[in-house]
Structures are given as structure tokens and as C-alpha cells.
């Protein structure tokens, strides 16, 4: 018996990937475990050894600094020693192709860079897996399938473990999981995945549910699909409340949601779904449905072309105000896909301000995390992106709220517009719309009747 096996020991992990998944995850992990977090950017394993955090995500500095000085988490690149290891966990990126199913080239990749290392990080019996979301059937040919062809049964075990994480809030939750999900090969290999997280999580880990590799890999899939579905459903309940004077939107999700059938939870409107995970996993699953399962995705499709219509009905509401935006100082409040991050990944705001700069606006934008985002040239020569937010509401013809940060809120509708030349605020995600609106502002809200 080696000695992570004894319970309550510090187990060894490592985690490939080190992006929002795979450090998040680390840094949890590492306040019981010993954690290697293997990455292929060496400007990310250089930050974290440092003890700064790549990305921004609440509470994960402190976290970070705890793991490194505690000596018990570890980045370098994919070539350095990995060390005998219990349960190594790929969290690499599963992008869209053009075509909108998804890429598996660094799963791919990663599998093949631990299988040709197997003595390297196994000394006893190792559980290897996927906490990236990946189409069912992905562990089975990427793991099992070389686990047993390489004849390593007696030595590994495969697993799925899909990650349910929110971007701005991944610590908090990846800390207290609605649920855990495990798919496993074998027994072996899903006890290890359990205790790697009833160690490092507590009692809290007693919401685990083990089931087959392929439903775990549906899972994660169904349930961000349903999510997204959720909003566009919202979305198109919004259109409609929104051309009938006298309707309220809360009121109407409120007077639903007292059905105990209905959860009214992550049923708000706006300016869409964006991020790094529904746009590509909606796309991933219709992709699987369509060319490997010959079913009809109707309910999927339609989620995705009410998203897609999202910008336009934000643009349809700035031109019901201003006829002819062509040279109009326009400032866009907010880039990122959604509060308390600096991930911008199919944000619906880079679309918005897309489609105003084509539309002749001299677009202006503002986000408290600007400094951090990775803006591609071609929008930062499109737009005049400011750290000041003055800068970019001075004289404006209008703006539009599109991330509701708490900085923005906190200002209030009167401090945003003061220095408007036209004082007209197109609110895409209802962050005011429950406030009194002071007289000279003209205020436009996504789900309310103008
Ligand atoms: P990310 O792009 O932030 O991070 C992936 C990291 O893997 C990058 O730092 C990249 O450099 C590294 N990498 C890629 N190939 C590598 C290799 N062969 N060796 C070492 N490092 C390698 O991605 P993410 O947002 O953390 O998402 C990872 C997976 O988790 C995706 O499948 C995603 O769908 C899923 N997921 C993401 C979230 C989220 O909120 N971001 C939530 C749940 C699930």
C-alpha cells in the first residue's frame, strides 16, 4: 500500500490544463491534496508558480498564494516530471470547429502525451480521466480503449467527471457542487475520483452520482443545453412582454415560477447567453445529434436563433431612438460575457459593438477588466475600448448597458448619464429595471413595454 491510499492522506494529483477548469479545480484540490498542474502556455505556469492568477475569478488569488506556499500545488510544462500519480484529470479546451462540432485535438493530444508515460506516473493503480465536456463515446476511445489495448488494466482505471462551474463564481461553487458526477470504468477508478473530492470538499461531497462514462459525458451536455434553452425561452418571453403595454416581466416570471413545477431560478432576459460553454455545447450536441445519432434537434436549434437574434433586437431599440447611428458617439457599458469575469469568449457585447461600428457608430466601450481581456486587433481597430469610464459616456448619443458589473449599478442611472449629450440608456440586461427613472432619461429595457 503506498501512502495516498491510506484515507485522510493527501492524494496525488494532476490536472492537464491549467485555464478557468483546470486551476480553479487546482487550487480547491490542493488545500488537502498534492497537485501538478501540467500547461502548454508557459506565461500561465510562470504566473501561477508566482502566485498570480492567469484568470480573474473571486477568491482565487488568495487560494493560489495559499497552494504555492504551502508547497502542495505545482505548474510546469507538459515535458517536466510528473511524479506518481492517483488521479490525473485532463481539463484541456474543447473549442467549435467552423462547422460547430467540437474539437477533441487536445484531449487528443493530452491522451497521447500520458500514455506514452505511464510508468512515469503510475506506480500502483491510477485513475485516468476527462473533466473537459467531451461528446459521449469520447473517454471510452481517448482512455479505456488505449487502457486496455496497452494492456494497463491491471494499472488504470478511466473516468468522466464533467465540471458544472460558473465563470465569476467558479471557487464558490466548484467549493459547494449542486452534484458530482462520476462516470467510471471500474469500481477502482470511480473510488479514487470520490475520494480525491470527499477529502478535499468534506461531508459536502455526499451529493456524488456514479454513473456510466457515456451518461456522464450526456449529462454535462443536456444540462448546459437545457440552460441555454432556459434563457432563449426567456429571451422570446421577453419579445413578447415586451410589445404589450401594461405587462410586466418579473411579474410574469414571478406569477410562473410560484408552480412548483416551473424553478424560476436562471430564468432572466437579456442580451443573450455568451461565454466560453453554452454557444459551443448547444452547437456540439446538435453537431452529435445531426451527424452521428440522425436525430432532430428542433428545441436546440431554435434556442440558438433566438440567441443569435439577440444583438439585433438590442440595435432594433437603439434605432427606435436614434434614427441614423452613422457618426453617433455610442458607449458600450461592459465586454464581458457576464459579471465578475474577464472572460469575453462569444460575448454578446463584442457582437453589439460589431454591429454598430458596421453600422457606421463611433463605437465606445468600458469594462472594469479591460486591462485583462484578450481583445483581437481587428475589434480594437474597430472600437475605442477605455479604462475611463467618463471617458466613454462623455457626450455620447446613447448607451448600452451590456454586462451588469456592480460598478455600473452601483453609479446609478443619474451618474452614468450626466455627461450624455443624449441621455438614453438601452438596458440589455434589465440591471435598472426596477428603479425609479429620473426625469430626462430615456430608458429602454430588454422584456419591458416602452
Ligand atoms: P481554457 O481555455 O481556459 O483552459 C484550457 C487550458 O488548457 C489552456 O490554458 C491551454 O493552454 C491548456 N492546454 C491545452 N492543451 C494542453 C496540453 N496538451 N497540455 C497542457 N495544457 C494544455 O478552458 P476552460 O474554460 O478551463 O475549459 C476547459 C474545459 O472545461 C472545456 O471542455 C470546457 O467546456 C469545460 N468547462 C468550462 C467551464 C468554464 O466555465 N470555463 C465550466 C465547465 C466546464
Given amino acids: 500500500m503506498h501512502q495516498s491510499e491510506v484515507l485522510g492522506k493527501a492524494m496525488r494529483i494532476l490536472i492537464i490544463g491549467a485555464g478557468y477548469v483546470g486551476l480553479s479545480m487546482g487550487v480547491i484540490l490542493a488545500e488537502k491534496h498534492d497537485v501538478l498542474l501540467l500547461e502548454m502556455d508557459p506565461s500561465k505556469v510562470e504566473s501561477i508558480n508566482k502566485g498570480q492568477s492567469p484568470i480573474f475569478e473571486d477568491k482565487i488569488a488568495e487560494l493560489l498564494q495559499n497552494a504555492i506556499q504551502s508547497g502542495r500545488l505545482k505548474a510546469q510544462s507538459p515535458e517536466g516530471p510528473l511524479g506518481y500519480r492517483d488521479v490525473v484529470m485532463v481539463c484541456v479546451g474543447t473549442p467549435s470547429r467552423e462547422d460547430g462540432s467540437v474539437n477533441l485535438s487536445y484531449v487528443d493530444d493530452a491522451m497521447k502525451l500520458l500514455f506514452e508515460r505511464v510508468d512515469e506516473f503510475c506506480d500502483n493503480y491510477t485513475a485516468v480521466g476527462i473533466k473537459s465536456t467531451v461528446p459521449p463515446g469520447t473517454t471510452k476511445t481517448l482512455v479505456l480503449d488505449k487502457i486496455e ?86 429571451n422570446e418571453i421577453a419579445n413578447i412582454t415586451e410589445r404589450i403595454p401594461g405587462a410586466d416581466f418579473d411579474s410574469v416570471v414571478k406569477g410562473m415560477a ?179 427613472i429620473p426625469s430626462g432619461i430615456t430608458y429602454r429595457a430588454i422584456g419591458r413595454p416602452n
Fill in 258 to 436: 410560484a408552480d412548483s413545477r416551473i424553478c424560476g431560478k436562471f430564468f432572466g432576459s437579456g442580451a443573450g447567453y455568451g461565454g466560453s460553454c453554452f454557444p459551443k455545447d448547444v452547437s456540439g450536441l446538435i453537431m452529435l445529434a445531426k451527424n452521428d445519432l440522425n436525430v432532430a434537434t428542433h428545441i436546440l436549434q431554435a434556442a440558438q436563433r433566438v440567441n443569435a437574434e439577440r444583438p439585433q433586437r438590442i440595435l432594433d431599440f437603439l434605432k427606435e431612438h436614434v434614427s441614423d447611428i452613422k457618426g453617433k458617439k455610442i458607449a458600450v457599458l461592459g465586454i464581458a460575457f457576464k459579471p465578475g469575469t474577464d472572460d469575453i469568449r462569444e460575448s454578446p457585447a463584442l457582437k453589439v459593438m460589431k454591429q454598430l461600428s458596421d453600422n457606421g457608430a463611433n463605437v465606445w466601450a468600458h469594462d472594469p477588466l479591460l486591462s485583462r481581456m484578450e481583445i483581437s486587433e481587428d475589434i480594437k481597430n474597430q472600437i475605442n475600448l477605455t479604462e475611463s469610464i467618463n471617458e466613454c459616456l462623455k457626450n455620447s448619443d446613447a448607451c448600452i448597458l451590456m454586462t451588469e458589473w456592480k460598478e455600473y449599478i452601483d453609479m446609478g442611472l443619474e451618474a452614468i448619464t450626466d455627461t450624455m449629450s443624449n441621455k438614453l440608456l438601452i438596458d440589455g440586461r434589465r440591471a435598472f429595471v426596477n428603479r425609479d
Fill in 149 to 234: 489495448k496497452g494492456h494497463f488494466t491491471d494499472r488504470l482505471g478511466a473516468f468522466f467527471n464533467p465540471e458544472f462551474l460558473r465563470e465569476g463564481t467558479a471557487i464558490e461553487d466548484a467549493k459547494n457542487p449542486d452534484r458530482i458526477i462520476i462516470g467510471a470504468s471500474n469500481e477502482k477508478a470511480a473510488s479514487l475520483v470520490q475520494r480525491m473530492y470527499m477529502e478535499s470538499l468534506g461531508n459536502k461531497a455526499d451529493n456524488i452520482l456514479t454513473m456510466s462514462l457515456e451518461s456522464g459525458e450526456l449529462c454535462k451536455y443536456v444540462s448546459n443545453s437545457f440552460l441555454a434553452t432556459k434563457i432563449s425561452f426567456a
